[in-house]
């Protein structure tokens, strides 16, 4: 079992920063494929970005290309979102996820692949 706590959360003005953190702990959580993924109201989950266990390879969403970076820190157990020029649009629950994945594939995008959840944290951008 690995667990997942998400922080950093909150209201921010668009062209604002946040930076998120996902503590995880439990079963070896450093060798876990880490997400993020985030839920707009009345829209459907979506993967924003993610981070191979060593942090060697990286995805980002098209919409949060240039403006978010996901890092670890593997000692800590901690993933990063670090949330650049926001938009309103960016508004949403944001959840990080964790999935043993054995390789770097579409599935570190698919929110079915991941196996470990956190509780989520909002993120409101005014305009």
């Known amino acids: 079992q690995v667990q997942l706590v998400e922080s950093g959360g909150g209201l921010v003005q668009a062209g604002g920063s946040l930076r998120l953190s996902c503590a995880a702990s439990?079963?070896?959580?450093?060798?876990?494929?880490m997400g993020w993924f985030r839920q707009a109201p009345g829209k459907e989950r979506e993967s924003v970005a993610a981070?191979?266990?060593?942090?060697?390879?990286?995805y980002y969403a098209d919409s949060v290309k240039g403006r978010f970076t996901i890092s670890r820190d593997i000692a800590k157990n901690t993933v990063y979102l670090q949330m650049n020029s926001l938009k309103p649009e960016d508004t949403a629950v944001y959840y990080c996820?964790?999935?043993?994945?054995?390789?770097?594939?579409?599935?570190?995008?698919?929110?079915?692949?991941?196996?470990?959840w956190g509780q989520g944290t909002q993120v409101t951008v005014s305009s």
């Open positions: 981070i191979w266990w060593s942090g060697i390879s990286t």
């Open positions: 439990g079963r070896t959580p450093s060798t876990y494929t």
């Open positions: 996820a964790a999935a043993n994945f054995r390789y770097w594939t579409d599935s570190i995008k698919a929110m079915n692949d991941y196996d470990y």
